[in-house]
């Protein structure tokens, strides 16, 4: 069975400075990983998803992140993080068929 | 395109009547999911569709929870009688494809509050 965990419940970090939000993962058969966005009041939307091709995944809003096989990671980072970043991020871990998210990080920013 | 639209946007009623939440999936979308959202217990998958056939309800907390995807452009979730544990925010998601590495879209949730 496959689970995922995100280290930090909330994350806090000045407006300009790097964001790592840490997710790790375990399963049984190679992972899919997924990191999505929940702004306020709103449903998750996608930020980027590694499906085992690329290891190091670009996504939306200038977010990236490192699938580490050896560390089974999957941390979510962005250079310089943007007032509008303040939500809460879920890592989430797929297949098979399943979805299975973590408990969440609420990512604040400060000005 | 209009995305997933769920509907009610809030729901409150009573301990004991039935609640019904809907979701109209993204025309085209071949698997739908719906979500429990809590403070308690996080994003839980409650059950999922392909091609409006259910795939893996265990998600389902118990008997008094039941879903349905009569055809491709809708599907309930119905909760009879209502708790009020029940009460979370419930969110349906579709994909373009198979379950697995598609990308889920989500709708915006139904917010019940059960008194």
């Known amino acids: 069975a496959q689970s995922v965990t995100q280290l930090g419940s909330h994350v806090s970090v000045s407006e300009g400075a790097l964001v790592l939000l840490r997710c790790n993962y375990s399963s049984s058969v190679p992972p899919y990983l997924f990191w999505y966005v929940q702004y306020p009041n709103q449903g998750l939307q996608l930020l980027l998803k590694y499906t085992s091709a690329a290891t190091l995944v670009k996504g939306i809003n200038g977010f990236e992140a490192e699938f580490k096989k050896s560390e089974t990671s999957f941390h979510l980072t962005k250079p310089s993080a943007h007032m509008s970043d303040a939500a809460e991020y879920f890592c989430?871990?797929?297949?098979?068929?399943?979805?299975?998210f973590g408990d969440g990080t609420t990512l604040t920013v400060k000005p | 395109d209009a995305g997933v639209i769920q509907s009610p946007r809030h729901e409150v009623t009573e301990m004991g009547q039935e609640v019904t939440l809907r979701c109209k999936p993204i025309?085209?979308?071949?698997?739908l999911f719906w979500y429990r959202q809590t403070m308690m217990r996080g994003l839980e998958l409650l059950i999922y569709f392909n091609n409006n056939v259910p795939i893996d309800d265990s998600g389902m907390p118990e008997d008094r929870f039941s879903a349905k995807m009569p055809n491709a452009s809708f599907s309930t979730l119905k909760i009879q009688p209502s708790e009020p544990r029940d009460s979370a925010v419930y969110f349906c998601?579709?994909?373009?494809?198979?379950?697995?590495?598609?990308?889920?879209?989500f709708g915006p949730g139904t917010r019940l509050t059960v008194l």
């Open positions: 989430a871990v797929r297949p098979p068929g399943k979805s299975t």
């Open positions: 025309s085209g979308h071949n698997s």
């Open positions: 998601a579709s994909t373009p494809g198979g379950p697995i590495t598609d990308t889920q879209y």
